[in-house]
């Protein structure tokens, strides 16, 4: 003979498994719930942090302004060395500073008015 368990029997083993599953993926979520805020509170504590050095920012740009304008700044021993040394480099660049100055372009205007004036 086949025994057969009652009906109520099969659906309280079912519960308890759903049961049993149901509190596994709870205490999951839980932990998921618990790292989450507390990543969230360090990420709050960061932008918090990072919030007061916009100062500091503005005070490692103002630094790297300076040190770029004083590489700029080429002293008249470098430039006398760089005219002896490498004329072919720096006459070029001597035409274009003066071809590009204010004088320049007066004297151009000059010369282009003297033009129109002729005809």
């Given at each position: 003979m086949m025994e057969t368990a009652p009906p109520g029997?099969?659906?309280s083993l079912v519960e308890a498994d759903d049961a049993a599953e149901l509190a596994r993926?709870?205490?999951l979520l839980k932990a998921e719930?618990?790292?989450?805020?507390?990543h969230s509170r360090n990420l709050e504590a960061e932008l918090r942090h990072r919030a007061g050095e916009p100062g500091r920012v503005?005070?490692?740009?103002?630094?790297?302004?300076?040190?770029?304008?004083?590489?700029?700044q080429v002293s008249?021993?470098?430039?006398?060395?760089?005219?002896?040394l490498r004329p072919d480099a720096a006459w070029p660049r001597i035409?274009?500073?003066?071809?590009?100055?204010?004088?320049w372009l007066v004297r151009e205007r000059y010369r282009v008015l003297r033009l129109k004036l002729r005809h």
């Amino acid at each position: 003979m086949m025994e057969t368990a009652p009906p109520g029997a099969a659906r309280s083993l079912v519960e308890a498994d759903d049961a049993a599953e149901l509190a596994r993926q709870l205490e999951l979520l839980k932990a998921e719930r618990d790292y989450l805020l507390v990543h969230s509170r360090n990420l709050e504590a960061e932008l918090r942090h990072r919030a007061g050095e916009p100062g500091r920012v503005r005070d490692l740009e103002q630094r790297l302004a300076h040190a770029e304008s004083c590489l700029r700044q080429v002293s008249v021993v470098h430039t006398a060395k760089w005219l002896i040394l490498r004329p072919d480099a720096a006459w070029p660049r001597i035409w274009r500073r003066l071809r590009d100055s204010v004088w320049w372009l007066v004297r151009e205007r000059y010369r282009v008015l003297r033009l129109k004036l002729r005809h």
